[in-house]
């Protein structure tokens, strides 16, 4: 005769999917759903680790113009940007390939086992299809972007060298009128 039964009874499919929705939630950008900032330096710092890595290349991109949206247009309008250029990210590189958001309009990119020349022509294609244009009422901002990139030939183990080098890069494409991709080999 059973007098007493301890037990818990557990949706083990419901336990598993909440766990993976907290793994996702703490490596992604909420509003993008691409990688955050921390997620993505460790991601390639691990990839880094794994050997002698080279034909990659770090991309560091932000949006120009981004701050008229939300000053002109407003903050709704410029998460819309942020989003639309995210997808547009997602849509031009692999899922092999780290992308990321580094927060408010700057984004970065890790592109693994690629061709000098294939590097090149997707950074001209992806910087003109970055071009937006965003309307509220009578008021008008186009956006565009200014891409840095370092490809290495060589193995390089140091993440944030290597994210200094393509933020310079960045930097570089401002200074010299924006809406441009400045790229440099690492030999």
Do not use: W
């Not at 290349?57 to 949006?63: A, E, K, S």
């Not at 022509?121 to 937006?132: G, S």
């Amino acid at each position: 005769e059973v007098v007493k039964v301890l037990g818990n009874i557990v949706n083990i499919d419901q336990m598993t999917k909440e766990t993976q929705r907290l793994k996702t939630q703490t490596r992604t950008d909420s509003m993008t759903g691409l990688l955050n900032k921390n997620t993505f330096i460790a991601d390639v710092a691990s990839y880094l680790q794994e050997g002698e890595q080279t034909n990659f290349c770090m991309v560091f991109f932000d949006l120009d113009h981004f701050k008229q949206v939300n000053d002109r247009l407003g903050h709704l309008v410029g998460d819309t940007a942020i989003k639309e250029a995210a997808q547009k990210l997602q849509l031009n590189f692999a899922n092999v390939d780290f992308v990321s958001r580094f927060g408010g309009d700057e984004f970065c990119i890790f592109v693994k086992n690629i061709p000098i020349e294939t590097m090149q022509d997707k950074l001209e294609y992806l910087r003109q299809k970055m071009y937006a244009e965003y309307h509220k009422l009578d008021q008008t901002v186009k956006v565009t972007a200014s891409i840095g990139a370092v490809y290495y030939h060589r193995p390089e183990k140091n993440v944030q060298m290597i994210l200094d080098e393509a933020d310079k890069a960045a930097y570089q494409a401002k200074c010299d009128g924006r809406n441009r991709v400045v790229f440099r080999e690492i030999m």
